[in-house]
């Protein structure tokens, strides 16, 4: 089983608790066999007509991701965290092959997705058992902006805009601007509006 070592907080202003994503054993009884087994090779057009790759996250704060398209496929671990952004890689019929910031992938129901773009802030350097990298977030989009809050290393944060620079998010009743290459829920390039 695996476990993520994603914990954050708002230090400078406010602590916001943070529930890491979880591992966990519980497995769906119910079956529905896939009518075929998705390709391996190449990514095909997205059967909803949307671009593949995307970012979504998750609706609920538990969220099986199984080893394949179906409940009786078994279940590689439970995301215990409503907002988690995940990168959907490949469709079949009602289930998203999704990828997540530690490059894992599993298949996750399609009703337990959001279209609501959210990201982790710099997950790539939050480790367990060492102290949290701290970010701030700014009232502008400029280094030089006075800071709104500082946030850890794995905080969520709702991804409001960005300008492939900048974006706006908010994080619990706090609202600024993080640059877009500290995100994991964003494209570099990506323009949301």
């Known amino acids: 089983m695996r476990h993520f070592g994603w914990v954050g907080a708002v230090v400078l202003f406010a602590q916001l608790g943070f529930s890491p ?86 298949w996750v129901l399609q009703s337990l997705l959001s279209g609501r773009r959210t990201a982790l802030i710099l997950p790539w350097d939050a480790k367990a058992n060492t102290s949290p990298i701290q970010v701030t977030i700014r009232n502008d989009d400029s280094e030089r902006s006075a800071p709104v809050a500082i946030v850890e290393a794995g905080v969520i944060a709702n991804v409001l805009a960005c300008d492939k620079a900048w974006c706006n998010v908010t994080i619990d009743r706090y609202r600024g601007y993080i640059e877009q290459k500290k995100l994991w829920g964003v494209y570099d390039s990506e323009v949301i509006r």
């Open 21 to 106: 994503v979880e591992a966990g054993g519980t497995a769906a009884a119910q079956a529905d066999a896939p009518a075929q087994q998705p390709g391996t090779g190449a990514a095909a057009p997205a059967q909803t007509g949307l671009p593949l790759p995307r970012f979504v996250s998750l609706k609920s704060d538990e969220v099986n991701l199984r080893s394949g398209p179906g409940r009786d496929y078994p279940t590689l671990w439970v995301y215990r965290r409503a907002g988690l952004p995940l990168e959907v890689v490949e469709e079949f019929e009602s289930w998203r092959k999704v990828r997540d910031a530690d490059g894992a992938t599993g």
